[in-house]
Structures are given as C-alpha cells and as structure tokens.
C-alpha cells in the first residue's frame, strides 16, 4: 500500500478513534493506538478468544500515522501472525481492563484476510493453551550449550567508555549505548554531556522505543545497567520496593498508578505481574530485568498443599477465562492448571520462573513407557502419540533461551551482560579445517551494498581460494535476491574475515549475531560519502583491524580518523557489454513513450540513498536549462520511493513532481526491477547521468561504462576511481557542507561537493551536440573498465593483499590488545 492511500484512511479514521486494527500486512497484524494526554505508549495485546497470546507496546513508528498527525508517528504495532488461531483481536491495556481494539477473523489460508471479511478455519477442538503446544510439538531449536563468554569484539559493547572520545559514560550507559545516540540522531534530545541526568532519560528511550523496534531482538544491555535498571526505588516508610525500569513503565498506567497502595498486597502483587508477565516481555527485556524480588514474590506460595499455586498461577487464571473452568481449590484441578502453565511456557520460557519447582519436577517424571505426565497431557490436547521427556521439554526452553536446568536465561553471558548473540547456536568452530577468508554480508540484498560485497565476491573467486560467503542484513530493507551463501550455524572458522557492512552497521553484526570473526583478522569494506566519519562510526572502528575502500576519496575519509592501515581495493565490475545497442535503444523508447529521434538521457538511484545526495532535483533543473526547447528526454529510474518516511526527502520529491509534471522531457519510474531488466533499459540510453553531491562507489555509473553508454558525472567523490576527463564529462563540485536534514548523522566539518550548475548545463548541451565525442568517450571509458575493473584485475589485487595478509599471521586488533 502507497504511504498517501494509507495517510487517506488514517485521516478518515481520527474522528472518534484513538486506535485502529489494520488488518495483516506483511505478514504481520497491525494497527496503531493513540496514548492518553500525558501517558507513555499503549500496551496492546494480541488474544486468540479469550487467550492471551502476546503483548506489544503501540509504539513502532509509520509515516503515513505521521503524516496524519497520530503521536508524531509512533504508535504503531505489529504482531506476528499464530501457528493456529480461532478468533483473534487486539485490545488496549491502558485502562481498568482490556479495551478491544479489533477483531481479526483469519483464515491461514487466505493472505488478503482483512478485520471485516473473511471467515475463519476453526479448528475441530480450540484449545487455550495452542500456541504454547505448537511450540513443544515443533522440533526443538538449535542452542548454545554453557554459558557464553564474551568474545573481545563483544566486549566492546559494554565498554564504559565513549567509543568517540574515550571519556567515560554518565551513569549506567555502555559504548552500544553511546552508538545508538548519534545512529538514530538523538545527541541534541539525550544531551548527557550538559545534563548527566539525561542518560536515564535516553535509557528510558532505548527500552520503549529502540527495544520493541528491534522486534525481537534483544539490545544489548551491560551488567551496570541491568543493576541500576533493577534496583529497587526505596520510599521512606514503606518495606516494599519497585524497580527504577518498573517505575519508569508505571507512569504511562494511570489506573495501576492511580490505585496506588503499597499497604495493599493485592496492588503490589499487580503491579509486579504487570510488569514481570506483560510489560517486560513487550520490551524484550523480561531476561534481564524481572528483579529476583520479583520472581520470588510471583513464585511465593499463599497456601501449600500438593501441586500449589503461585501468586502467578493464581493470577493467570483469574485473567484468561478459558481456565474458569477449574478450581483452585481441587488438587486435580490444580495438577492441571500447573500442566497448562508448563505447556505455555513452552512459548514463554520466562513464566516457569514462577511455577512451583517440586511441581514441575513432579510432571516430568518419567513412567516404565518413558512418557512423562507432561507428555500425557499434551496428547489429551492434540491426540498427537509423543513422549515428553524431560529432556525435550529442556531443550525447547533451550531454543527460545532458557536453561532449565541452570534456571537462568542463555542471553546473559557469564560476565553479566545481556547479548542476544549469547543465545545463539555456536558455529562448529573447533573442528573445523579454516577457511582463508570468509565474506560477511548484506549478499542477497538488491541495494547498493550487496551489489558492492557480490562484486567483491566474484572478483575472489577468480583468486582459487577457499572463500566462504555469510549473508547478513538486518536492517537493509531491499528486496532479497537469489545468492549462494552459508548459514551463520555452518559457518567454519577463518583466518581472514572480510566484513561488507558500513561502520554505521556493523556493531550490530557483532551485537545480534554470532561472532565468526573472533580470533580472526577483520577487515571492512566501508562506504562513507561525506569528508569525514559519522560519529556512529566510532565504535566500528575499535572493531576491526584494516579498512578497504574503494577510492582514494573512501580512503582519505578514515584515514585520519582509523588507528589502521586503510587501504584502496577497487571494486569488480561484472557487467558485459551490451550484446544488441540498437534493440537496447528500442526497449528503452517502448518503456519509456520517449520520441525515438531525441537525445535519450538516464539517471537511476534507489531512494533509501538519500535523494538529497542523488541530486536528480540538481539534475532536472540543468537538462530543463540544457534544453530549453526539447530535443533531449530524461528518465528518472528510482525504486523504494513510496517507503521513505524522511520528510525532508518527501519534500525534495514534491519540488521534484512539481517541476516535471507534464513536462514531456521528463519521467519518473519507481520500480523494483531485476538487475538483467535494469541494466537492459540502462543499455537503451544515449547517455548516463549523475549529478551527485558524493558517492562511495558509483554503480550506475561504471555499469553504464561498461554496456558502452557514455557518462556525465560530478567530477567528485568515489566515482573518480574510473572517472577521468577522457572517459567522462565531469562537472566541477565545491565542497560544501550539508543541511542538517539532508543526511543522516552528517558530522562537523564532513563535506561533500555541490555540482556547478552553469558548467553542468554547457557540457550537457555539448554531449548532445557532439555524438562523435560520445562515441570516442564511451569507448575509452568501456576499454577502461573492462581492463582494469574486471573480476579477473580486481581478483588480483585482493589476492595479493590477502596473501601478504596470511604470510605475515596478521593478529586480530582485539587479540593483540589482551
């Protein structure tokens, strides 16, 4: 759905309404809930009947909320979609009791299921404890065995210092912390330098906001910080105590904090479920901070007896009607509701904190048949012949990260810190034989960077070595391709690792991921396109060892900044000429509706590079003074403009429809297309286009070289590396500083190079009057390329690096430094 549809029933919906149930997009269900006047974001929940089945807080950000006015844009939600499921609906948690949001009838099979329109499949038998079930019938999911330690790149994460400055931190924050402040652009909001007191603040920011947007994944989180998190907030006269996280949390409450009474045990034993068994596990934080007082307190037994309920158990089946059923008074009854509790903390490993231990024990006894009561009763669910084995049970806790035995969760290291990565399946590397090198990456993505680490692969493959390829992507939002890559859990250990991610990403592949780097010598491939280093930067480049780039403009950005060799590596183009010009050229006038006797003119960019950089609104205005009279046609190729949220950059794009509406020099296509169809309308062009203020690389442009298209560029920034004035029309740039809203975290003094408009103009118009010099260009520049660029030249160059990099035993920066 286009952002300005979904802005439309967003603003047919505010009369009356604080919240709304999407439908499922995505493969999610969505919505969004507007916060009461004063109040924190709403805590929603996703229920299956009368079961609970997940909770969330509506506070995800989407632009079309934005635009609409809703909560500056953040209160969304999402749920992922259930196994089963009979009757969904989502309600708001922020009053007395649950207040429904909308209902989902859905039916698995039918991906347009909408709130209103299709029927659900019920099942033949619903059963409230389904989700839990599902996952203690699935095969268990590979865990780490032991407890994890921190690798030294890890370890960097909780440093206590600033990655930047090497001053130490205000209070609890760590250096994954400190990261975070410039990545997401908050250092005026959080100023912590100024105000000490802002840290809490922004810790507070990190887990309602960054938290749930990780949607899944567990920040990381230091042992100093879980503590102050979890201390208890002490007020004079009263012998009961709240944690800081937990008070911070219970303002956006009003009828918890309204009925405020620690006289009251009641009110205390509600509060602490709320946050223990909903609020923490929203945030992705009930690992780490449900303080032991509080797992003792949900744990404690009001009465004895056999199979006793916990004030939890008590209070779970006072909230899920399906368990009213029962008494709480009948030992069978409360045999099963303690069974019902273990089959549901299949899904929620952190409630069987709170189930009695001997009755846990007790259920997992095995009989003469090997089948535990546990087992037993799970087949009165689903008639499904399966043992249960203690051991099956342990390692489906196991796979969603707990240690039941330890009783302990497997994302807090041994050091005390929480890392998601600490869960993860261990790579098999101790037996197996190392690989030279291996390539961490976004490989499958169809943006710039996996075309730059698939550029790098193919050029190692020419070298014979033994080369393996890693995908890592999270938080590239480009469509996926097609590419050849092995599993992080079957990775084998390297002695070279080649990490393709820039310094803005890469702590997270040390922070979500396992560390194949460790003991390995690192080096990253890093595109920057300002002067200077963002200071997100900063902790990436305590992380590894040496610095590729791909220009001397890319070397020149590190090289003051980086204690490392920073080293320019050039990269592979593998694009052939193109085999038919002329059927090429047909194509592109088919595709376009252009007159087939005009000077035919591309320019291409995908629009989460920041269109600001791209400068197509520089270009539009010099072709229109260019060709004042026609005779020339530009096409605009873009892709993901509909899913840029930056409204500087909508506002760039309105400027941009407004100066080409019905001008027939122009068209603008925003479309995804395979790289073949790309490079096939790229073929069609009589020109290639770029009048960019900065670029790392440049792939539009050397692949136009390389299909024989001639190229006029800004004589500026990465794309100087093939770029000369025998190959190019180049414009002159003055080096310039960017608005504050043109690009993300633009640091002090970092530049980059704003076109001539005149001199823009004039080579334009000499390009279209000169065919005999575009042809002579076009063919030194494809000469060029094809020699010194191809996978077989590029190839060499990494192989020569690499084996001087072996000869030598290089040591990783974090080994050397223990």
């Known amino acids: 759905m286009r952002w300005p549809d979904r802005l439309g029933r967003a603003l047919r919906r505010l009369t009356g309404r604080r919240d709304y149930l999407d439908g499922i997009q995505g493969g999610a269900i969505v919505g969004w809930a507007l916060p009461k006047p004063g109040a924190g974001p709403v805590p929603v929940a996703l229920y299956d009947g009368p079961v609970r089945l997940a909770d969330a807080l509506a506070h995800q950000f989407r632009a079309d909320l ?37 209902r989902l009838a859905w039916d698995p099979r039918d991906p347009r299921a909408s709130p209103a329109r299709v029927q659900a499949a019920r099942p033949a038998s619903p059963r409230h404890d389904m989700p839990g079930l599902a996952a203690l019938r699935a095969p268990p999911r590979p865990a780490r065995a032991g407890r994890t330690a921190l690798t030294p790149r890890q370890a960097l994460l909780f440093d206590e210092t600033d990655p930047e400055t090497g001053a130490p931190l205000p209070g609890p924050l760590s250096a994954y912390l400190a990261y975070l402040r410039p990545r997401h652009r908050l250092e005026t909001q959080f100023d912590w330098d100024s105000a ?55 303002q956006a409450v009003p009828h918890l ?27 992705s934080a009930e690992d780490c901070l449900v303080p032991d007082a509080y797992v003792t307190r949900l744990a404690g037994r009001p009465e004895d007896g056999p199979f006793p309920l916990s004030r939890y158990l008590l209070r779970w089946v006072e909230e899920t009607p399906a368990m009213a059923q029962f008494s709480t008074t009948r030992k069978e009854d409360r045999r099963q509701i303690t069974l019902a509790a273990m089959v ?34 799970a087949r009165t669910l689903d008639r499904q012949d399966r043992r249960i084995t203690p051991r099956d049970y342990a390692a489906c806790l196991r796979g969603r990260g707990y240690d039941m035995d330890a009783r302990r969760f497997t994302t807090r290291t041994a050091e005390g810190h929480r890392l998601h990565a600490a869960a993860l399946p261990a790579p098999a590397l101790q037996d197996a034989v190392p690989v030279d090198l291996q390539v961490i990456g976004p490989v499958t993505k169809a943006s710039g960077l996996g075309q730059a680490m698939r550029a790098a692969v193919a050029a190692l493959q020419t070298t014979g070595m033994d080369v393996q390829v890693v995908n890592f992507d999270l938080d590239n939002p480009a469509p996926d391709t097609d590419v050849p890559h092995v599993p992080f859990a079957e990775a084998r250990p390297a002695r070279i690792s080649l990490v393709h991610l820039n310094a803005e990403s890469l702590p997270l592949l040390t922070a979500y991921a396992p560390d194949l780097t460790d003991g390995s010598y690192t080096a990253a491939y890093m595109f920057w396109e300002l002067t200077r280093p963002a200071t997100c930067h900063a902790l990436a480049l305590k ?60 320019a291409s960019f995908d629009s989460f590079s920041f269109v600001q950089r791209k400068n197509p609104l520089g270009l539009i205005r010099a072709f229109r003074d260019a060709f004042p009279q026609g ?64 670029e790392g690389w440049g792939f ?32 002159p740039a003055a080096e310039v500083a960017p608005a504050p809203q043109d690009y993300m975290f ?33 063919r030194a520049a494809q000469a060029r390329v094809l020699r010194d660029f191809s996978a077989e030249a590029i190839g060499k160059r990494y192989a020569t690096r690499i084996e001087t990099m072996l000869r030598q035993g290089k040591a990783p920066k974090t080994d050397r430094a223990a």
Not at 71 to 85: D, I, N, S, T
Not at 257 to 282: C, E, K, L, T
Not at 636 to 648: H, P
């Open 196 to 250: 000490p007191e802002e840290a809490a603040h922004f810790l507070n920011w990190m887990l309602t906001s960054y938290a749930p947007m990780r949607a899944g994944l567990r920040p990381p989180l230091s042992a100093r910080c879980i503590g102050w998190l979890n201390a208890p907030v002490v007020i004079p006269g009263q012998r009961t105590h709240l944690s800081r996280a937990t008070w911070a949390a219970l």
């Open 700 to 731: 539009g442009m050397i692949e136009a070289m390389a299909l024989g298209v001639p190229v006029l560029a800004t004589g500026y920034s990465g794309n100087l590396a093939y770029c000369e004035d025998r190959t190019a029309w180049l414009v």
């Open 257 to 283: 904090r309204q009925g405020m009474d620690f006289g009251n045990p009641g009110w205390v034993d509600s509060v602490i479920y709320w946050w223990a068994v909903h609020q923490a596990p929203a945030l």
């Open 344 to 377: 549901r903390a299949a899904e929620r490993p952190d409630t069987l904190r709170y189930i009695p231990w001997a009755s846990i024990e007790t259920l997992l006894v095995q009989d003469s048949d090997g089948q535990t009561p546990l087992g037993a009763y």
């Open 746 to 778: 633009t640091p002090d003094g970092g530049l980059w190079g704003e076109p001539d408009h005149r001199a823009a103009v004039t080579l334009l118009r000499q390009m279209q009057g000169e065919p005999d010099l575009r042809a002579r260009k076009a």
């Open 631 to 694: 005779g020339a046609q530009l096409l605009l190729k873009t892709q993901n403009r509909a899913r840029v949220s930056d409204l500087a950059q909508h506002k760039v794009w309105a400027e941009i429809d407004a100066l080409t509406k019905g001008d027939a020099r122009f068209r603008i296509l925003d479309e995804t297309l395979d790289r073949d169809a790309l490079l096939a309308l790229t073929a069609g062009a009589d020109a290639y286009l770029s009048l960019h203020r900065a």
């Open 66 to 102: 934005r635009d609409a006015g809703l909560a500056e844009g953040r209160c969304g939600f999402a749920f992922a979609l259930p196994e089963h499921a009979q009757d969904l609906r989502v309600c708001r948690l922020d009053g007395p009791r649950p207040i429904e949001i909308g």
């Open 543 to 602: 992380m590894v060892d040496e610095i590729w780039a791909a220009s001397d403009h890319g070397k020149a950005i590190y090289a003051e900044a980086f204690d490392g060799p920073v080293r320019v590596m050039g990269l592979a183009n593998t694009v052939a000429p193109a085999a038919d010009p002329l059927g090429a050229r047909a194509g592109f006038v088919a595709r376009t509706g252009f007159t087939a006797d005009s000077f035919l003119c591309m």
